[in-house]
């Protein structure tokens, strides 16, 4: 048995002739659909698509789990996730046919037929019908009928090899016997979340080269992306950190073993989620928190399940030193729901700041990135009462920023720029829930605040020279945990959170 790669993609000579004579916007339908393997699978080189990185995974999980339960009675995920996320397409190896997947096409007969493909269970050969892609999408006409014509331009050329690209993955699930347990079609199901990945480029007018693409996505500009799954067995809230002067991406977790997990981004990928220390039983409300002031430096701070307090862990670029007590806690004075760390723009100072016991603002601080020099925990603001964790953002040393929510359900903001202001109400009541997310766009003036709605949909607010009010961002995609943020340029945002009520599984949005 042979993995899918570039070489598989092999067309018999009629399928060649055909292709390379009927064209769409001066394009042939061989560009096409070879662009369509590009962004669907795979390029020469073995750079990822959409369903290598993902992206097909989280749009299939969107329509498998809608409505707070399976849809069409889908529950053999193992074949979603497994095909969608994996991409575990296999062919035998013959004489005739050795690791390949065939296209063939025009056949006599299929010039009367109306559908794109077909395909039979156990064949490694795919007949696409390009000439019904191309007739449609001129004439606004079969699945092209919603939006009319396609236009014949350089966008256009791209709609049809993401349309072709979910075509062929289409076949390819059917060629593999994939169904649900009432035969329902998960093909189906894979063509949608093609569709639904690319719906940045269905939705957008603008005329540019087909070539133009940033990782296999169009260069459209900055937007939301997908929701990509990154799977998990994840309990309560995550810690995410963009690791200073790198290009990593740390997220932990509480596991479903109580323990800490983590998961990081690195070369371009994911890795797997693997145990950080399975000594360390968590307390199963706590959430860890997690801060980085360079790449051989992270600091993770967590409540432990025997004593609720709180402690840190270190990472010194070779090793993860010992948990360690956060500065004199005695259970129950100091420290309901998580602590917020943040790192002092420019120094090795970490702020941490809890909600007490008494339901105020607590801080403690260490000038030598968590080593030592912690002072004791002292009061912030005896005089605000919050409903929530706090959350600290620092854009310089002469400045922090903290976001709780308060009694009344709004949402609050305290500055500090050598002294501390009161606290500013940001409304929310009634619309959004749980814990704060912060991050300020570096190189920018702009704060954005990201949190769970009521609805369960992902919800912003931002300043920029003044507070936006909350929108949403995402009202389809459930959230079941508060989401964490961050930002590695005026262009970029990542948010995390768990997702698909009634999981652990932890999904991840990007603007880009």
Same mark, same amino acid.
């Given at each position: 048995?042979?993995?899918?790669?570039?070489?598989?993609?092999?067309r018999s000579?009629?399928? @060649?002739?055909?292709?390379?004579?009927?064209?769409?916007a001066?394009?042939?339908?061989?560009?096409?659909?070879?662009?369509? /393997?590009r962004l669907?699978f795979?390029?020469?080189?073995? !750079?990822?698509?959409?369903?290598?990185?993902?992206?097909?995974?989280?749009?299939?999980?969107?329509?498998?789990?809608?409505?707070?339960?399976? &849809?069409n009675? +889908?529950?053999?995920?193992?074949?979603?996730v497994?095909?969608?996320?994996?991409?575990?397409f &296999?062919? !035998?190896?013959?004489?005739?046919?050795?690791?390949? =997947? @065939?296209?063939?096409?025009?056949?006599?007969?299929?010039?009367?037929?109306?559908?794109?493909a077909?395909? *039979?269970?156990?064949?490694?050969?795919?007949?696409?019908?390009?000439?019904?892609?191309?007739?449609?999408?001129?004439?606004?006409?079969?699945?092209?009928?919603?939006?009319g014509?396609?236009p014949e331009?350089?966008?256009g050329?791209?709609?049809?090899?993401? +349309?072709?690209?979910?075509?062929?993955?289409?076949?390819?699930? @059917?060629?593999?016997?994939?169904?649900?347990?009432?035969?329902?079609?998960?093909?189906?199901?894979? /063509?949608?979340?093609?569709?639904?990945?690319?719906?940045?480029?269905?939705?957008?007018?603008?005329?540019?080269?087909?070539?133009? *693409?940033?990782?296999?996505?169009?260069?459209?500009?900055?937007?939301?992306?997908?929701?990509?799954?990154?799977?998990?067995?994840?309990?309560?809230?995550?810690?995410?950190?963009?690791?200073?002067?790198?290009?990593?991406?740390?997220?932990?977790?509480?596991?479903s073993?109580?323990?800490?997990?983590?998961?990081?981004w690195?070369?371009?990928?994911?890795s797997?989620?693997?145990?950080?220390?399975?000594?360390?039983?968590?307390?199963?409300?706590?959430?860890?928190?997690?801060?980085?002031?360079?790449a051989s430096?992270?600091?993770?701070?967590a409540?432990?399940?025997?004593?609720?307090c709180?402690y840190?862990?270190?990472?010194?670029?070779?090793?993860?030193?010992p948990?360690?007590? =956060?500065?004199g806690?005695i259970?129950?004075k100091?420290?309901?729901?998580?602590?917020?760390?943040?790192?002092?723009?420019?120094?090795?100072?970490?702020?941490?700041?809890?909600?007490?016991?008494?339901?105020?603002?607590?801080?403690?601080?260490?000038?030598?990135?968590?080593?030592?020099?912690?002072?004791?925990w002292?009061?912030?603001?005896?005089?605000f009462? /919050?409903?929530s964790?706090?959350?600290?953002?620092?854009?310089?040393?002469?400045?922090?920023?903290?976001?709780?929510?308060?009694?009344d359900? !709004?949402?609050?903001?305290?500055?500090?720029?050598?002294?501390?202001?009161?606290?500013?109400s940001?409304?929310?009541?009634?619309?959004?829930?749980?814990?704060?997310?912060?991050v300020?766009?570096?190189?920018?003036?702009?704060?954005?605040?990201?949190?769970?709605?009521?609805?369960?949909?992902?919800?912003?607010q931002?300043?920029d020279?003044?507070?936006?009010g909350?929108?949403?961002?995402?009202?389809?995609?459930? =959230?079941?945990s *508060?989401?964490?943020v961050?930002?590695?340029?005026?262009?970029? @945002?990542s948010?995390?959170?768990?997702?698909?009520?009634?999981t652990?599984f932890?999904?991840?949005?990007?603007?880009?």
């Open positions: 048995m042979e993995a899918l790669s570039w070489s598989n993609w092999y000579e009629g399928c @060649r002739k055909w292709m390379d004579k009927t064209t769409f001066g394009t042939s339908f061989t560009s096409i659909f070879y662009q369509a /393997m669907i795979l390029d020469e080189k073995g !750079n990822k698509g959409l369903l290598y990185t993902n992206a097909v995974s989280a749009a299939s999980h969107l329509i498998v789990k809608a409505n707070n339960g399976y &849809r009675g +889908f529950s053999v995920e193992d074949q979603q497994h095909l969608s996320a994996y991409g575990l &296999r062919y !035998n190896n013959t004489s005739t046919s050795p690791g390949r =997947l @065939r296209f063939e096409g025009p056949d006599g007969d299929d010039l009367t037929k109306t559908q794109y077909e395909t *039979s269970s156990g064949s490694q050969t795919i007949e696409i019908h390009f000439y019904n892609i191309i007739k449609h999408a001129r004439e606004g006409t079969g699945a092209f009928t919603p939006s014509p396609v331009n350089a966008h050329a791209l709609v049809l090899a993401y +349309f072709t690209g979910a075509v062929v993955l289409h076949e390819m699930m @059917r060629e593999h016997g994939f169904n649900a347990k009432d035969n329902s079609s998960l093909p189906q199901v894979a /063509m949608q979340s093609v569709l639904d990945a690319a719906k940045i480029v269905f939705d957008q007018s603008t005329t540019l080269p087909l070539s133009a *693409s940033i990782n296999g996505w169009p260069a459209y500009g900055p937007r939301w992306q997908y929701w990509q799954f990154l799977g998990g067995e994840v309990i309560n809230d995550l810690g995410v950190v963009a690791i200073p002067g790198t290009r990593t991406v740390d997220i932990y977790a509480q596991w073993d109580q323990t800490l997990y983590q998961k990081y690195a070369n371009g990928q994911w797997s989620w693997m145990s950080v220390d399975p000594s360390f039983d968590m307390h199963p409300s706590s959430s860890p928190v997690v801060v980085s002031v360079n430096h992270r600091a993770i701070f409540r432990k399940r025997q004593n609720l709180t840190y862990k270190l990472w010194n670029g070779d090793n993860w030193l948990w360690t007590l =956060l500065t806690q259970a129950g100091i420290g309901v729901g998580d602590v917020s760390a943040v790192v002092i723009p420019g120094t090795k100072v970490i702020d941490v700041y809890v909600r007490g016991a008494d339901d105020t603002l607590w801080q403690t601080f260490s000038t030598n990135a968590g080593y030592d020099n912690w002072t004791e002292f009061p912030v603001d005896s005089s009462k /919050m409903d964790s706090p959350t600290a953002v620092s854009a310089n040393t002469g400045h922090r920023a903290i976001y709780a929510r308060g009694k359900g !709004n949402v609050y903001h305290k500055a500090w720029d050598g002294s501390w202001h009161g606290w500013e940001l409304g929310g009541k009634g619309v959004v829930k749980g814990d704060v997310a912060a300020i766009v570096p190189g920018t003036n702009v704060t954005d605040l990201y949190m769970q709605g009521v609805d369960g949909g992902l919800w912003q931002y300043w020279n003044g507070w936006s909350w929108f949403a961002v995402d009202k389809e995609f459930k =959230l079941v *508060s989401p964490a961050i930002s590695t340029d005026a262009s970029h @945002r948010v995390f959170a768990k997702g698909a009520p009634g652990n932890v999904y991840h949005k990007f603007y880009r």
